[in-house]
């Protein structure tokens, strides 16, 4: 049998529960997705649950888990995910952290956890933050980049050091950052947090008197005047995609996370000008990536965050905006993929717009190709998919169905 490539949509978090300004539908019930609903018709559906059934997940274990890994084998926060989504080659040792520039009072109270999604002047603000600080403990090196619009990362190395620290984001408006403290108590731990501490402090010092600041605050805009980290990690074994699941692995993304999981897997991962990791991304530039990347590689995972942003700001109407823009990009797609490609369409979590945060609900998946199934489901809706021939599956069973369908799955017996 002739074997096939594949690409794989993750509509990040584009599953909801029924919503109440809705009359109880979802905004995959309303939202106009004649594309999306092409492919349910013509292949075969399912509900996953990227854990497993009640497990809530986030979007690095529940992609890790539909990428065929076991998170809770191999999982050691999202830091590392998003530093490693920088670019930054992680190694044994490390500490890496997560970061939002944020807004706050001279308390240190927090006014806007994103500096109302910072994008302009933030290369200058990175650039400040490298060059005007220095840590007390000289043995080691830190380093501090820009991901994403007001998402950042921040990286230790050096000896002697743990990952074992906790959050300076208290995630809540209107509460103080928090002092980083070691969680076991040890040495190592306590010496990563001071100095996550420390850099939190001096962030502030050099942020918020920074040109970038006086020019938003005359603007009646919120500083970007300090850096809060999360998610501290160690770096992660994450066994290279390759040699895994012998196929060549590529991703296009708009957020450090995917990109971050590429990294660590081995995969390439392709940076597309407009992609932006919210809703104005330039969809078909990611359409256009996807489709040239399959020419060299046999596997192209697309990642779509801008629905799980605007779920978790509980704004239906942008969510059911996003997942038509979304359908358009797919219509884009179908009319220009080769017959020896592989499709399958899902979202990772669902993710609530009453509840503002991700819930345990199976979300839909569906595969579409020459020469598949095709079922009884013929919308792309969280209801409509249990009617379908894949019925309930495990995030960890993606891949192996996904290598049938692609007429690469081994035997086993004779
Ligand atoms: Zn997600």
Redo the contacts with the bound molecule.
């Keep these: 049998m002739k074997t096939k490539k594949a690409l794989m949509i993750i509509i990040?978090?584009a599953a909801d529960r029924p919503v109440q300004a809705l009359g109880g539908k979802t905004p995959l019930e309303v939202a106009k997705t004649p594309n999306l609903d092409r492919v349910a018709k013509e292949g075969i559906c399912g509900l996953l649950d990227s854990l497993a059934p009640g497990k809530k997940g986030?979007?690095d274990t529940?992609?890790m888990s539909i990428l065929g890994y076991n998170p809770y084998e191999i999982y050691t926060g999202r830091g590392p995910i998003e530093v490693a989504g920088v670019g930054i080659k992680l190694e044994k040792g490390d500490v890496s952290l997560r970061c939002n520039y944020s807004t706050i009072d001279e308390n240190m109270t927090i006014l806007n956890r994103t500096a109302d999604y910072v994008r302009e002047g933030t290369d200058e603000l990175e650039k400040a933050l490298n060059e005007q600080i220095s840590l007390s403990n000289p043995d080691i090196k830190f380093q501090f980049r820009n991901s994403a619009d007001y998402r950042c990362v921040f990286h230790l190395r050096g000896n002697g050091l743990s990952a074992n620290i906790t959050d300076a984001d208290p995630y809540h408006e209107g509460e103080k950052i928090l002092e980083v403290k070691p969680i076991d108590g040890s040495r190592e731990a306590k010496k990563a947090a001071d100095l996550v501490n420390e850099f939190v402090n001096k962030s502030y010092k050099v942020l918020n008197n920074h040109p970038v600041n006086l020019k938003r605050k005359k603007e009646g805009k919120p500083p970007a005047n300090v850096i809060v980290p999360r998610g501290s990690g160690e770096t992660p074994k994450m066994e290279n995609f390759y040699q895994r699941w012998k196929i060549k692995g590529a991703c296009i993304a708009g957020i450090g996370l995917i990109k971050g999981l590429g990294y660590l897997s081995g995969m390439e991962v392709i940076n597309v000008k407009g992609a932006t990791g919210y809703i104005d991304t330039d969809y078909i530039g990611k359409a256009k990536a996807a489709l040239k990347a399959l020419e060299k590689n046999d596997f192209v995972v697309l990642h779509i965050e801008g629905t799980?942003e605007v779920s978790h700001d509980k704004k239906f109407k942008e969510k059911i905006e996003a997942i038509e823009e979304t359908d358009n990009m797919i219509g884009f797609i179908l009319a220009n993929i080769s017959k020896d490609v592989i499709l399958t369409i899902l979202s990772?979590?669902t993710?609530s717009c009453d509840y503002g945060d991700?819930t345990a609900d199976p979300t839909p998946i569906v595969i579409w190709g020459e020469g598949l199934f095709s079922d009884d489901v013929d919308i792309f809706t969280e209801r409509a998919m249990i009617k379908g021939m894949i019925r309930r599956i495990k995030g960890q069973d993606v891949m192996p169905i996904l290598l049938d369908a692609m007429n690469r799955s081994e035997k086993f017996g004779a």
């Design positions: 990040d978090g986030g979007s529940a992609i799980d990772d979590h993710t991700h």
